[in-house]
């Protein structure tokens, strides 16, 4: 966040911030949630431990990228992220998010995809930001919807989930041409 430790989201008390070395044991039950292990990728730990976390705020979080925790008054509720492609793909950023159930449907994902989408185009090279979503996830579906995404593409049999290849709907928006 280059030197930023919060960024308000339009909800009262919501931002965006770092992951801290506090947020371990509160990460590690969030995370455990089989609503959410459900639509992330095959390397989301179920379930997910101390040690996960642990990891995950110690190393995971500088690995590929940047990583938020998305906190009501300081508490973790949630965690989204931005991650550049490189070499020639450098053009596209891969955002991601995700939330407790007990937050869904207060727009707090569609605030942190919205500030994911805004920061990757502050960079020039960027034209193109994307999220691909598993097959179903209807949810994450309408939140890059509302964010001002826009289905691009149905990826089929392009992912490993459970150890079942599964289908991908692919959301993007593009950096607007000048005229």
């Not at 995971?60 to 949630?78: K, L, R, S």
């Not at 994450?140 to 150890?163: N, T």
């Amino acid at each position: 966040m280059s030197g930023e430790d919060t960024i308000a989201l339009p909800q009262p008390g919501w931002q965006l911030r770092r992951w801290r070395a506090d947020d371990v044991s509160r990460l590690a039950t969030i995370a455990d949630d089989e609503r959410i292990a459900a639509w992330m990728s095959d390397t989301w730990p179920m379930p997910y431990t101390q040690a996960d976390a642990r990891w995950w705020v110690e190393e995971g979080q500088h690995t590929n990228g940047e990583n938020w925790a998305i906190a009501f008054d300081g508490v973790a509720w949630g965690g989204c992220g931005r991650h550049p492609q490189a070499g020639f793909q450098r053009c596209n950023v891969e955002v991601g998010w995700w939330l407790a159930p007990e937050h869904w449907g207060r727009g707090l994902a569609v605030a942190a995809a919205r500030f994911l989408i805004e920061r990757s185009f502050v960079d020039a090279d960027v034209h193109r930001v994307f999220a691909p979503i598993h097959a179903g996830n209807t949810r994450s579906m309408r939140v890059a919807q509302k964010a001002g995404m826009a289905l691009e593409s149905v990826q089929p049999l392009s992912a490993f989930k459970r150890g079942r290849v599964i289908d991908r709907h692919v959301f993007a928006c593009y950096r607007p041409v000048a005229s």
